[in-house]
């Protein structure tokens, strides 16, 4: 079985009961294990069994209920997208002008006080069936191409409740100008409704033609991101440098950046220094000095020197197509409150098209004359009123503004669950080395025990820790280097999880870690140096032993600073009452020695690797909701078991893989912002969602007459259709309010 995963354009969506039944549709066939689809991006993300499904199948069960999909081999690229969209766009432009032009025209020539006013040939019901046909079936023709194929599969959605109530009131009016005789035999004035019908469709149009103008602005973050790329590269070939299209840039390329000139592609700098503004991937102002060895990210700016650099990373592996890609699968996403809202909207359609038929007996059985026009009037409301518009855009287009104001921010947010989810934490967990503390230790003191020289002591602890990847080691080695000591080849070289490494120097067998190595290989530590290793470590810094044989022949001691946004950061997470508990293999002196300068109370000290996964699920036993946030390939599975897993964007491939959430500015500020953002968004989506079904339950006895027995109020289907645009383009402007929140 091989598993796909792919992304399709759908076209025709405008309400939730539209995605419910193309994803009813998509998981009923065949190979298809999952189907979300999403109004506000208009795609469909299917997860699918190759052997069993393809492009085709997914294309036909989408276009058996009334819908249009774009596979991805024929989709198209963001300039035509955007061309078509704006040529859409004017499409539905001129459906909303023709629409309310007609449609006002035969108001004026029927609407009682206006009558008066028209001329005479406006008057005429033939010239008024004339006006509305065009409308009704060339500007609301995409209501019938949904309803219809919907209807054949028993489905019902928006569009059906549209075309269902204009289509009553353009059939009725319809029959009275082909036979007012039989109307007035039945006791009725013999007066068309062509008004409602046209002007309903208009409005229903305005207020979509609106509402993607409005769409259109929540996915702005995608728009800016992919505007941040290069065009060109100017690449050293042949020893002579020439401009070439970014798409033509290989990896090995050498590549030239003067000042001012955005860097085409990651990369790692060969000669030259600068500083560079990463502010359109981070989110932090402050530039960054780039020197040889150092990495360099396509589409940020080059500001002060030239440098060039060897090309790493290019097309879809670059950070920049990384974070894009994650954007876009966040927005594309599923937040849990939105399936509800999804659920509901599938019943609710049903429920309204049986609340109107129920409308039209009541009025037509209890109603005042002329009863057929009342009932007839008042059934064309409630389906008119009822469209569930509002609630398929309340939790999306929040979700797209929330996900995107993130990205700006240097916050990538992998999915809409876990951006519902942050705001509900109320413990964080810090891994210390490489997220509290900036991960580059240094060598503070070198203590030799027994008769070896200082030089000596450097020489056997680089030569062991040359074939380890922990930062401690790559300082120690560093360390060797800078004071130009020789290393040594070890073999038999074995790194020891939580412990330290051992290996063979010759015919000496070395032993370099902490007290559990020193424990497991029966290396004594006497009192003294025991005292000595002890006040190393209430000084916050990591103690190495060094053991030959059986004796132990030397202390290291190392220190990592402390990143510069970590005190801050914690102190803003208690300020909100959000227990934080530090995680780290060191010892419980050195510890409580580095929580004590954060101010955190909760220490998780001498930890094994293996052994995080486990503390996290403990605290989530005691009923907790918990943020897990690291850096390294060890702090993968705690971030996968967390609720909400944080990488650090300057960490491993595999531990921003396995996180919900990825802070590429490294600033440990942005973890709270991460949790403002979430509370933010969910206060939105909330608001949106009350509205979007206040509105409803409110309107709905309204359009039904429940007013009528005690003020004599009836709603007009024209109002019905101005009430539902609204309450649309509401749910889409208070998404967009989301832009202004500060985090």
């Known amino acids: 079985m091989t598993t796909v995963k792919k992304t399709y354009s759908v076209k025709g969506m405008h309400c939730a009961s539209c995605v419910r039944v193309i994803e009813k549709s998509l998981t009923r066939t065949p190979g298809i294990s999952d189907a979300v689809v999403n109004l506000a991006t208009e795609k469909a993300t299917v997860t699918y069994d190759s052997a069993v499904c393809n492009d085709e199948q997914v294309s036909a069960a989408v276009t058996r209920v009334g819908y249009s999909i774009v596979t991805p081999k024929d989709a198209l690229s963001e300039d035509q997208e955007k061309a078509e969209k704006v040529l859409e766009l004017k499409r539905l432009r001129n459906k909303v002008v023709i629409s309310l032009l007609f449609g006002a025209l035969i108001l004026w020539g029927s609407f009682p006080g206006l009558i008066q006013t028209a001329p005479e040939w406006l008057k005429l019901f033939w010239v008024q069936l004339l006006l509305a046909t065009p409308v009704q079936f060339w500007a609301g023709w995409d209501y019938y191409r949904a309803t219809i194929p919907a209807l054949k599969n028993r489905t019902a959605n928006m569009d059906t409740l549209v075309a269902l109530g204009t289509t009553v009131a353009y059939a009725y009016s319809a029959f009275v100008t082909f036979f007012p005789e039989v109307v007035m035999d039945i006791g009725l004035d013999a007066m068309p409704y062509f008004d409602v019908a046209t002007i309903v469709i208009g409005l229903i149009l305005l207020g979509r033609y609106f509402e993607a103008k409005a769409k259109g602005q929540t996915s702005e973050a995608i728009k800016k991101l992919i505007g941040l790329q290069a065009k060109t590269a100017r690449v050293i070939r042949d020893g002579r440098e020439i401009d070439v299209p970014i798409e033509e840039v290989r990896i090995g390329d050498v590549i030239r950046v003067r000042p001012g000139e955005k860097i085409p592609v990651d990369g790692i700098v060969t000669e030259g220094e600068s500083s560079v503004d990463e502010s359109m991937i981070t989110g932090e102002s402050i530039p960054v000095d780039k020197h040889a060895k150092d990495t360099v990210v396509g589409a940020t700016m080059n500001k002060t020197g030239t440098f060039t650099y060897t090309a790493s990373k290019i097309g879809q592996d670059t950070m920049l197509a990384q974070i894009i890609k994650l954007v876009q699968e966040a927005q594309g996403s599923k937040a849990p409150i939105q399936r509800i809202a999804d659920t509901i909207s599938s019943y609710f359609v049903p429920v309204v098209i049986m609340l109107a038929i129920a409308t039209f007996a009541i009025w037509y ?379």
């Open 365 to 743: 059985v209890f109603g005042p004359n002329p009863v057929l026009l009342f009932a007839l009037l008042n059934m064309v409301a409630v389906l008119i009123i009822a469209c569930p518009c509002a609630m398929g855009l309340a939790t999306p287009t929040a979700i797209m503004v929330g996900t995107g104001l993130g990205a700006e921010k240097g916050i990538l947010i992998k999915d809409a669950e876990s951006l519902e989810i942050a705001h509900k934490v109320n413990v964080i967990i810090f891994d210390k080395t490489g997220t509290l503390t900036n991960g580059k230790p240094e060598v503070t003191d070198i203590i030799p025990i027994t008769s070896m020289s200082r030089k000596e002591l450097l020489a056997v602890s680089s030569s062991i820790e040359k074939g380890s990847e922990h930062s401690l080691a790559e300082a120690i080695v560093k360390k060797a280097e800078d004071e130009q000591v020789s290393i040594k080849p070890i073999t038999q070289f074995k790194a020891i999880a939580g412990h330290g490494v051992e290996g063979l120097l010759g015919t000496k067998h070395i032993y370099f870690g902490n007290r559990r190595l020193m424990k497991q290989k029966s290396i004594a530590i006497d009192l003294q140096h025991n005292k000595q290793i002890e006040q190393l470590e209430h000084d916050g810094k990591t103690v190495m032993m060094l053991g030959i044989n059986t004796t132990l022949v030397g202390l290291i001691a190392v220190a990592d600073t402390i990143k510069d946004s970590a005190k801050d950061a914690i102190a803003v997470l208690k300020k909100k009452n959000i227990e934080v508990v530090m995680i780290t293999g060191d010892n419980q002196r050195t510890a409580r020695a580095i929580a004590a300068k954060l101010g955190i109370d909760r220490v998780l000290a001498e930890v094994l690797p293996n052994q995080k996964e486990a503390e996290v699920k403990k605290i989530q036993a005691q009923g907790k909701v918990v943020a897990m946030v690291g850096d390294g390939i060890n702090d993968a599975p705690a971030l996968a078991a967390a609720d909400v897993g944080i990488a650090m964007g300057s960490g491993t491939d595999v531990a921003i893989e396995a996180a919900d959430i990825t802070l590429i500015n490294k600033n440990l500020l942005s973890v709270s912002s991460a949790i403002e953002l979430s509370k933010k968004t969910m206060r939105t989506i909330k608001l949106n969602l009350f509205w979007a079904f206040g509105y409803n339950i409110l309107l709905i006895p309204i359009a039904m007459g429940a007013l009528y027995p005690f003020f004599q109020v009836l709603l007009s289907p024209i109002f019905a259709s101005v009430a539902m645009a609204t309450s649309s383009i509401s749910v889409v402007s208070n998404s967009l309010l989301l832009k202004r929140v500060k985090i």
